[in-house]
């Protein structure tokens, strides 16, 4: 078949190649191949072995002429030489030569003037499975054509070695612009995939004029959209699949001149602490066809334990975003009215939800302050940490942050957007004093502040952060909307809030020059 070729990959003589099976067959393979279960519920079970989490301190981006000027080169962005990369392209090419491989070609971006064609080659079956439902599949006359603008290599039983390719340990996930390849090496943890697509499109949309966003996406009956900005474990992928409105996607975004379209076809949730009652869509969604990464199931029942953490906190349900009942098929939507910044705030001192002014909202996207959870990355302690993460995703922001606030900050002001900010994370006290706030209730908020509720109910400014906590919201117990209030001790509420606010104006330092707008949103 026409499109069927790897030799620009260096494939020659592989063992027998698996092109663009479906969903059943790649089941088939992986059970047949040892490489997973299948759940009571009809869900591929895998682990992903050493690492249960993306490795960021392993990925790298090739320095050459065309990403020189335009990458934003440091802790992120680690650069690898061109002669680095082509040799470990070699090596692994090599490595795969004579064993079986499976190829599944799809795309990333639902809107057809911005799709990104990508081939995903993989030593797995449950990884080529993980690529089907996570990325935009190719219909079957799409296929027969089929010319790749950038090809993943997953290759995690090779191990790199950090001498010959340039990399800092075995593993490696590595991007080259210029060949269009990415490389990734000695982890099977399938999110470095998802990521990397992500990566390649925060590069190359901005010139088009595209925003890309870490962000999910919905939309109501009066197709009125909703965006929310959140790091891992904040809540993008809960909040947004509302069975009150239409998901649109749950992570990766992209906004044009025509509305907001999703990157992905597909889902990659926090299943840890599931439960029918408080996440009904996801868990009807974990069925046959997802996959299920590092969940516990009893060896007898096959039966999900999704409270358990034995293997990791970061366990994860893989499906295709039409597994969510009324999910919005292809993954478009108008321009939103309402953005939604979600964090984490392991110090208990954020208000469960307030509102921004338009410099607070480009004050608190350049500083993307959240905590991360343990199981996301690797290294982390079993507390969440306080961090700050510009535009809710710098690990995956090839360019400088300003470049993606300017164009969120332009969005919003052409189309009259309303920004929030929702705590997600503690109230009542710090992370082993206070409580998470109850999911019930930052629904309620989050429905109220997108159907509008909150509009026109009273408001007072934060004593330290000068963001605006509405008085009152429908279905929540005032006393909630008060983080103050909800401390048993106010001075050391006070005394968490001037140190949280002080860790803000510290960080913010190293933006450099912004607006006199945006830099008088800083806590105070």
């Known amino acids: 078949m026409e499109g069927q070729d790897l030799t620009a990959q260096g ?20 059970l047949v191949r040892r490489e997973g279960e299948l ?15 993306r490795s960021p301190n392993d990925k790298f981006i090739v320095r050459e002429a065309s990403t020189e000027g335009t990458v934003d080169w440091g802790p992120v962005n680690q650069p690898m030489t061109e002669e680095h990369f082509d040799r470990l392209h070699a090596r692994v090419a090599a490595f795969l030569q004579g064993r079986d491989i499976f190829v599944q070609d799809c795309f990333g971006g639902a809107e057809t003037e911005h799709t990104l064609p990508v081939r995903v080659i993989t030593q797995r079956a449950w990884h080529s499975l993980f690529a089907r439902q996570l990325f935009i599949r190719a219909e079957p006359s799409q296929l027969k054509d089929f010319a790749p603008a950038f090809t993943i290599l997953f290759a995690p039983d090779f191990q790199a070695n950090p001498g010959l390719d340039g990399s800092r340990t075995e593993t490696c996930i590595a991007l080259s612009m210029k060949r269009r390849t990415v490389i990734i090496a000695g982890t099977q943890y399938a999110g470095e995939m998802k990521k990397s697509v992500f990566t390649i499109l925060n590069y190359l949309l901005p010139e088009r004029g595209v925003l890309p966003m870490h962000c999910s996406a919905n939309t109501g009956t009066d197709e009125r959209v909703a965006l929310f900005f959140g790091l891992s474990g904040t809540g993008k992928t809960t909040l947004s699949a509302d069975p009150a409105r239409r998901l649109i996607g749950d992570d990766e975004h992209g906004w044009s001149d025509r509305g907001v ?46 409270d358990s953490s034995a293997i990791t906190e970061n366990t994860r349900a893989a499906y295709p975003v039409d597994f969510i009942d ?55 302690s079993s ?27 332009k969005k919003l002001s052409e189309h009259g957007v309303s920004c929030w900010l929702v705590n997600t994370g503690w109230v009542g006290g710090a992370f082993g004093t ?8 930052t629904r309620a908020m989050v429905q109220a502040a997108v159907d509008g509720k909150l509009d026109s109910v009273s408001v007072v400014p934060h004593p330290v952060f000068h963001i605006l906590v509405p008085q009152s919201c429908p279905g ?28 803000f ?3 913010f330092e190293k933006f450099g020059k912004v607006s006199d707008g945006v830099l008088a949103a800083s806590p105070r």
């Open 39 to 53: 759940a009571a519920n009809g869900a591929l079970v895998v682990r992903t072995g050493q690492f249960t989490g």
């Open 261 to 306: 379209f999703n990157f992905e076809g597909g889902c990659y949730a926090k299943c840890i602490r599931l439960s029918m009652e408080n996440e009904p869509q996801i868990w009807r969604a974990i069925r046959f066809g997802s996959v299920l990464e590092n969940v516990v199931i009893d060896a007898g029942t096959r039966e999900c334990d999704y």
């Open 505 to 507: 104006r510290k960080n």
């Open 434 to 441: 206070g409580h998470r706030m109850k999911l019930p209730y």
């Open 476 to 503: 929540v117990p005032a006393e909630l909307l008060d983080a103050r209030h909800m401390w048993a001790d106010k001075a050391a509420y006070d005394h968490a809030a001037a140190d949280l606010g002080a860790r």
């Open 383 to 409: 507390e969440p940490q306080a961090t700050f993460s510009a535009c809710f995703g710098a690990p995956f922001l090839p360019r400088h942050p300003s470049v993606y606030a300017e164009m969120l900050g």
């Open 11 to 30: 494939l020659l003589h592989t063992g027998e190649v698996h092109w663009n099976l479906p969903t059943s067959q790649l089941i088939e393979e992986a």
């Open 326 to 380: 009324g999910a919005v098929i292809p993954g478009v939507g108008n321009h939103p009215s309402q953005v939604l910044f979600l964090t984490a705030d392991a110090f208990g001192v954020l208000p469960p939800i307030s509102k921004l002014t338009p410099e607070q909202a480009m004050y608190h996207f350049l500083s993307g302050y959240t905590a991360k959870v343990a199981g996301t990355e690797r290294g982390l």
